[in-house]
């Protein structure tokens, strides 16, 4: 027959290993990387019933692009050089800022084309977004593009930092 003692002892090691496995999953999930692009606010509202984002609701391989020559509400914020929204060929929604990792400069902006890629027009980085990941794959650029936290609620897609 087990003790009480042995009980709680038991099941107390249980518990410990339980939150260290939590605590290695949430570490080493970890999302973040380091950019060359500064950390600028991103918020953005765009209702799918509303043009130009009507484009964007259940569609594969569409984008738009989101700068300072927009149509922008006061809350809005667009990162360091725009936003390109993007749905990959899975149909998920992502968001990229527009600046190129490789050149750093707000009015060097990549421009996506209709093979799943973006382009940086100065140096020739090219990044695949077919899957939303924005890694390089051909140029000087070593860094993928800066990603943005999508969701959709109702008829909104929501793109945040």
Not at 73 to 90: H, M, P, W
Not at 98 to 108: G, H, K, T, W
């Amino acid at each position: 027959m087990i003790s009480l003692y042995k009980k709680w002892r038991i099941k107390r090691q249980k518990f410990f290993l339980i939150i260290m496995f939590l605590s290695f999953l949430l570490v080493s999930c970890d999302n973040s990387y380091d950019s060359s692009i500064p950390d600028f606010p991103v918020y953005l509202e765009l209702d799918f019933r509303v043009s130009p984002y009507t484009t964007l609701k259940n569609s594969v391989n569409q984008f738009l692009i989101i700068d300072e020559k927009s149509n922008l509400k006061a809350t809005d914020r667009i990162g360091f050089s725009g936003v390109l929204v993007y749905t990959d060929f899975e149909g998920k929604y992502c968001a990229f800022d527009l600046c190129c990792p490789y050149e750093v400069q707000r009015d060097i902006k990549i421009t996506p084309n209709e093979n799943g890629e973006a382009i940086c027009q100065k140096c020739g980085s090219v990044f695949s977004i077919a899957y939303g990941i924005g890694n390089p794959v051909l140029g000087p650029a070593k860094q993928p593009l800066k990603r943005y936290r999508t969701f959709v609620q109702g008829d909104v897609l929501y793109i945040i930092n």
